[in-house]
């Protein structure tokens, strides 16, 4: 049987872990700083705690349930292939920006959309990837986290598990502002998301307009129409005031002319104070020719329209994983 990785507990859970194990309360936070501070390898690093202390941690947990496969470098990014406990494979990305060093966590195993990762195996991406910076001696730290994959909401227990350990002030301290969780738009994670108390931002991949459309494009509009999603959409801006960032991959003849522009405008009309969008310029994939993307003049006369209206947009050239996913999920 694959043991949990001690990454999964909080703070609290584990503190609790070493009371029911007839340890003192002081061992949990040092045990704690191990992990998020010194950002230690194995238990058996944990130099302060008692090889006793250590035995029961190892038969109860595994450390870090990550196994790197390959590190590929791209111009201002390094691509981490890991494998998980149960053979399950994983890519996450560290991207630098401008404005800091970004984590892309995947949510998913790469060839199995429906294996969700745990809220410890969401940490220890993190963890790893920070201790690796550690160990060049830079001084580095990741300042940003974007959670992405085929669908983070699906499992928002073990993503929120993981928002709330990175963000803790004893620990990794990312700041809440600096997290971002992708959804294709499960209306009904996005209203539980907005009750939750994290300031957290939120990614939409919208792709169309219209319901015909978006739900050749995102299956996901099947289940959720944008009724329903923009039902959890105005929930979401009335409870937490936070901006709201849509995906919008610009397809040729598809998705890219003058009425699909007016017909996003009102969709947004209501929220454009809070709404920002991301016009992603599509980049075909192997040997996928079912789209084309759009002209440039296109791009930018969309953008113009979206603009003339008051909506924050962007036109995204720079290809960060979330924006190639928003891509890759095109059906």
Excluded: C
């Excluded at 991406?125 to 910076?133: A, E, G, K, M, P």
Aim: proline content about 2%; hydrophobic content about 40%.
């Amino acid at each position: 049987m694959i043991k949990t990785t001690i990454y999964g507990l909080s703070k609290k859970e584990l503190l609790q872990w070493f009371l029911d194990a007839g340890e003192k309360k002081f061992r949990a936070t040092q045990t704690w700083d191990w992990l998020y501070n010194k950002r230690a390898a194995s238990f058996a690093a944990m130099t302060n705690l008692s090889k006793a202390t250590i035995a029961k941690l190892t038969e109860s947990f595994s450390f870090n349930p990550l196994t790197l496969v390959k590190e590929k470098e791209q111009q201002a990014a390094t691509d981490y292939s890991f494998q998980l406990a149960d053979g399950a494979n994983i890519t996450t990305t560290l991207m630098h920006h401008d404005y800091g060093l970004s984590a892309y966590v995947a949510s998913q195993a790469d060839d199995d959309d429906e294996r969700n990762l745990s809220t410890g195996e969401l940490v220890a991406q993190v963890v790893t990837l920070q201790r690796y910076l550690d160990e060049k001696g830079t001084d580095e730290r990741i300042s940003h986290i974007m959670v992405i994959g085929q669908e983070p909401l699906a499992d928002l227990t073990s993503v929120l598990g993981f928002l709330k350990i990175v963000n803790d002030q004893a620990g990794l301290e990312i700041g809440a502002r600096h997290m971002t969780v992708t959804t294709n738009g499960l209306a009904d994670k996005i209203q539980r998301f907005a009750n939750v108390d994290l300031q957290v931002n939120l990614a939409i991949t919208l792709n169309a307009p219209s319901n015909d459309l978006r739900s050749r494009l995102v299956p996901t509009n099947r289940d959720w129409s944008l009724d329903k999603l923009f039902n959890a959409v105005h929930f979401y801006v009335d409870r937490t005031n936070r901006r709201i960032t849509f995906q919008y991959v610009m397809l040729k003849d598809v998705n890219d002319q003058p009425e699909d522009a007016l017909q996003l405008v009102n969709l947004l009309k209501d929220i454009h104070h809070l709404a920002y969008v991301n016009l992603i310029p599509y980049q075909a994939l192997e040997d996928d020719s079912r789209y084309a993307a759009s002209s440039r003049n296109r791009q930018l006369a969309f953008f113009d329209v979206l603009k003339k209206q008051g909506i924050n947009t962007v036109i995204r050239n720079d290809y960060s994983p979330e924006l190639m996913l928003a891509i890759k999920q095109l059906k």
